[in-house]
């Protein structure tokens, strides 16, 4: 049975840090795209940023261009999300998802196979 398991989420300061990491249960993660999505209360789930199978190309939502980086080891399974200058606008639940495609790196919800439960990240002002 596949797992995506998210931890590293919190509460932290307007401007602070935190990095989020997503392992993966996947025989074969380097066959699968990665992405981060979030929810916020009252809002649609929208896409974050995504990682191709090897980790060549990277993909980022204008709002956190520049201050996220998503990055994975495939030897543990794992792959990560560096956020910095966080803003209180960054809170929401943020899901890990995994899409088995060597071709293409999606941003869209929808071509995404398997979904982690989420980690709560709470920026305060």
């Known amino acids: 049975q596949v797992q995506l398991v998210e931890s590293g989420g919190g509460l932290v300061q307007a401007g602070g840090s935190l990095r989020l990491s997503c392992a993966a249960s996947?025989?074969?993660?380097?066959?699968?795209?990665m992405a981060w999505f979030r929810q916020a209360p009252g809002k649609e789930r929208e896409f974050v940023a995504a990682v191709g199978w090897n980790g060549g190309t990277t993909y980022y939502a204008d709002s956190v261009k520049g201050r996220f980086t998503i990055s994975r080891d495939n030897a543990k399974n794992t792959v990560y999300l560096q956020m910095g200058t966080l803003k209180p606008e960054d809170t929401a639940v943020y899901y890990c998802?995994?899409?088995?495609?060597?071709?293409?790196?999606?941003?869209?919800?929808?071509?995404?196979?398997?979904w982690g439960q989420g980690t709560q990240v709470t920026v305060s002002s």
């Open positions: 996947l025989r074969t993660f380097n066959h699968y795209a």
């Open positions: 998802a995994a899409d088995l495609s060597y071709i293409h790196t999606s941003v869209l919800s929808d071509d995404y196979d398997y």
